[in-house]
């Protein structure tokens, strides 16, 4: 079973940064092994923010573009989101997942963290 874990939520500033990581019992050794954040606010759905693949290929959701980048350290293990020029709307608790798709839609990934709390003040 992979247990993932996600650290580095918390609460800024409109306009301020944060980095989220997640850090996966299972390492990534093959090819189809996609790596994502999805968030979700109170009384909104699950939404996808970014996902990327073991080559590096990777996806962002519209509203994230420009600001929040991710990456992974595959030797450790590790998935990271960096958030720039936080928003008001971009608070929400951020869950990291492991899927099998290059997709922001939740429906292809089956392992998940207990997530992240990040709350921005505008």
């Known amino acids: 079973e992979v247990q993932l874990v996600e650290s580095g939520g918390g609460s800024v500033e409109a306009g301020g940064s944060l980095t989220l990581s997640c850090v996966s019992s299972?390492?990534?050794?093959?090819?189809?092994?996609?790596m994502a954040w999805f968030r979700q606010a109170p009384g909104k759905e699950r939404e996808g923010v970014a996902v990327m693949g073991f080559g590096g290929s990777q996806l962002y959701a519209d509203s994230v573009k420009g600001r929040f980048t991710i990456s992974r350290d595959n030797t450790k293990n590790i998935c990271l989101l960096r958030m720039n020029n936080l928003k008001a709307e971009d608070t929400a608790m951020y869950y990291c997942?492991?899927?099998?798709?290059?997709?922001?839609?939740?429906?292809?990934?089956?392992?998940w963290g207990q997530g992240t709390q990040v709350t921005v003040s505008s």
């Open positions: 997942a492991k899927g099998s798709a290059l997709s922001l839609s939740d429906h292809w990934y089956k392992d």
């Open positions: 299972v390492g990534y050794t093959h090819g189809r092994t996609y």
